[in-house]
């Protein structure tokens, strides 16, 4: 298995290119990944969800790792259906909402076979090969 690995830092984008970060469900993205998704790569004011620009949110805010998970799952769908697209996963959730990558990681394992998700080193690190 190839450990497709996002960068550490990113700042920009290539065409096809998609920035995944974490969100909340009203769509404020005033910090963090979600704050630079919103001023550099098309990130709605008042979308918590889903593909917006290029880039795409996950709720991560609104309670425990269990109800991230289900939003974890249709993105793992998504891009899925969306070969032609490349996502840079963040460490989503691992910024302001507070958890861990130990914690945040595990709901990725899907996403290891799908080849155009790059995940972070440290989710690579929970999840093994």
């Known amino acids: 298995m190839v450990m497709r690995t996002t ?5 920009a984008l290539r065409p096809g290119e998609i920035f995944v970060f974490g969100s ?8 963090g990944a979600a704050r630079l998704a919103w001023q550099r790569f098309g990130a709605v004011w008042g979308q918590g969800v889903g593909l917006q620009g290029q880039s795409y949110a996950i709720p991560t805010m609104q ?4 109800t991230i998970a289900p939003y974890v799952d249709d993105f793992i769908r998504f891009a899925r259906q969306h070969p032609e697209m490349t996502f840079l996963v963040t460490e ?3 910024g302001i909402a507070g958890f861990t990558p130990a ?3 595990p709901l ?9 998700i790059h995940l972070p080193a440290r989710f ?5 090969r």
């Open 63 to 66: 309670g425990g790792v269990e």
């Open 108 to 116: 990725f394992a899907r996403a290891r076979d799908v080849e155009n």
């Open 124 to 128: 690579w690190e929970v999840l093994g």
């Open 92 to 94: 989503i959730g691992c």
């Open 7 to 11: 960068s550490d830092r990113i700042t």
């Open 24 to 31: 909340n469900l009203g769509g404020l993205h005033g910090g």
């Open 103 to 105: 914690q945040i990681a």
